[in-house]
């Protein structure tokens, strides 16, 4: 299979800098892409996939691999939210055991935002960082997980509280492979474009907007798909590398996530999809913002229609409010005891804000359960 045309943002990092390549029946090349990013033919790959994307994919992946010759072998792992375990990462490091992966050796990561997630991890711990390629076949990974060099699994107090930066050598999106993706991963996805609207992609956001059915790939046509993937591509590699380890600028795309993981820790990881909960987040963060006089109330009708139309979840879950700041306060964006926001002052502009009162989040947290 011939790729069609290939486009590549460049992830310009002070050090291990790396291209996201995007092409429709980019998986056929993948070995190729490895070594034009320098990777010596020969070494090992650990492939690292789940049940769901194997069956379509693995082959092509191996076979384009062994074809420009690595050595492969490949891992299938369970990968729904409630499998980003630390047991589940130490199956990633048997596996690298018995494959004898050496420090010039790769994991490639095919699949979803947990597993590029738990992937990516098991490469910056095992032999103290080891190189790693994320191939994503999610909405979601494509446009946000697999770019960024975050990784980590979760701890029953919280998302994501274990975990490294580790940038990839490579991201590669092979857009073709969103035609076996359910139609709820879809639209989990799409929350995440959403939040690049609002953060920074006015334009963006009114496309959106204007499209008659921005649920499915099929509403939004190739050509707009490919836009979003583009776009979505371009403005996480700006902000990542502005800001690599999240010490200023890169918070802002935590947009939504704060109030989000609350929902997805309280209500038991894999009862929502991240993205769905992104989305009731990015509502729960907007009605903060409204109360507190940031945001006006009509953009944040605009933004929670946008996300009904999508098909994803508006409705703050009947939480205990105090399980609500408990989980918030342990949350991994407190800063020197203060909780950090990211606020929505217009559709395309956000600011970060760690004056919120125990007393307005009650208030917000109330006017979502009325």
């Not at 707009?224 to 502005?242: E, F, H, M, Y």
Request: with cysteine; charged share 20%.
């Amino acid at each position: 299979m011939t790729t069609t045309t290939v486009h590549r943002i460049h992830v310009a990092l002070e050090r291990n800098a790396y291209d996201v390549v995007i092409g429709d029946g980019s998986l056929h090349d993948i070995g190729a892409e490895l070594l034009s990013a320098g990777v010596k033919a020969g070494r090992k790959v650990l492939v690292v996939t789940n049940p769901d994307v194997a069956g379509p994919y693995a082959e092509t992946v191996m076979s384009s691999l062994r074809g420009q010759g690595f050595s492969v072998e490949m891992l299938v792992i369970e990968a729904g939210e409630q499998q980003k375990t630390p047991a589940t990462m130490g199956l990633i490091h048997d596996a690298a055991f018995k494959a004898r992966l050496e420090r010039s050796s790769l994991m490639l990561a095919l699949g979803g935002g947990v597993v590029g997630d738990m992937t990516g991890f098991a490469a910056a711990t095992w032999l103290r960082g080891i190189g790693v390629v994320q191939v994503p076949t999610t909405l979601l990974a494509m446009v946000d997980a697999a770019i960024g060099g975050k990784t980590g699994v979760n701890h029953p107090g919280g998302k994501n509280l274990i975990g490294a930066f580790h940038q990839p050598s490579l991201v590669l999106i092979d857009q073709a492979t969103l035609a076996t993706l359910p139609i709820r991963e879809f639209r989990a996805g799409m929350a995440e474009v959403v939040k690049y609207g609002i953060l920074g992609d006015r334009n963006l956001f009114e496309e959106l907007e204007s499209c008659l059915d921005p649920s499915s790939p099929e509403g939004l046509g190739d050509e707009r798909l490919t836009s979003i993937l583009l776009r979505s591509a371009a403005a996480k590699a700006r902000v990542v590398a502005a800001d690599e380890r999240e010490g200023g600028l890169r918070a802002i795309l935590n947009y939504g996530h704060t109030f989000g993981h609350v929902v997805e820790t309280l209500c038991g990881y894999g009862t929502w999809l991240h993205g769905e909960a992104v989305a009731i987040g990015m509502v729960a963060v907007g009605e903060l913002a409204v109360q507190r006089g940031e945001w006006s109330r009509s953009e944040a009708e605009r933004q929670a229609v946008l996300i009904q139309r999508i098909g994803l979840p508006t409705a703050w879950p009947d939480l205990d409010i105090e399980r609500v700041l408990q989980t918030l306060e342990g949350d991994k964006k407190v800063l020197d005891g203060r909780l950090r926001f990211v606020m929505p002052t217009a559709i395309g502009e956000v600011v970060i804000k760690d004056d919120i009162s125990r007393e307005q989040i009650l208030s917000c947290l109330r006017s979502l359960r009325a």
